[in-house]
């Protein structure tokens, strides 16, 4: 868990609507670190507000590893957050514009990849215009395989 808050914080977060999305999702009952990514992988920062605001619980289960009763904890707990986040994922800049293949390794190393490994994952993972955050996250569901 330790791992997927360090990859959120440094790859993820690279808008301030993601950053307190993640962080407010964390704070509903029974979602850690894993749920929150899963989120943020599956709807927008403006769609995630929409859905929670309508309280639109079929569409919140799509989302990978959300069950009904966890969409419904989220709409009670967050309804009177989701005006707030809406808005913010959209705007504002990345934090950082480094080449995102390098990111990826780095992270890669970071969670016990041997820099060759690392580098042959994220090279083999990446696609053009793919941010880091998609490379690792591509890099990791390789490795699964």
């Known amino acids: 868990c330790l791992a997927v808050r360090v990859l959120a914080r440094r790859y993820v977060h690279n808008r301030e609507g993601e950053r307190r999305l993640f962080r407010d999702v964390q704070k509903v009952s029974g979602i850690g670190a894993k749920i929150a990514l899963a989120v943020l992988s ?10 929670v605001q309508a309280g639109d619980i079929t569409a919140l289960t799509r989302i990978p590893g959300i069950g009904k009763k966890t969409a419904e904890r989220m709409v009670v707990e967050l309804r009177d957050r989701a005006a707030d986040l809406a808005g ?13 293949v390098a990111d990826a390794v780095t992270a890669l190393q970071q969670l016990g990849y041997k820099p060759a490994e690392a580098a042959r994952m994220a090279r083999d993972a990446a696609a053009p215009g793919d941010e880091a955050a998609a490379i690792i996250r591509k890099a990791l ?5």
Do not use: I, K, W, Y
């Open 42 to 51: 599956g709807v927008s920062v403006d769609e995630f507000a929409r859905l």
């Open 88 to 100: 913010g994922g959209s705007a504002g800049m990345p934090a950082t514009a480094g080449d995102p």
């Open 141 to 145: 569901q390789s490795a699964l395989r």
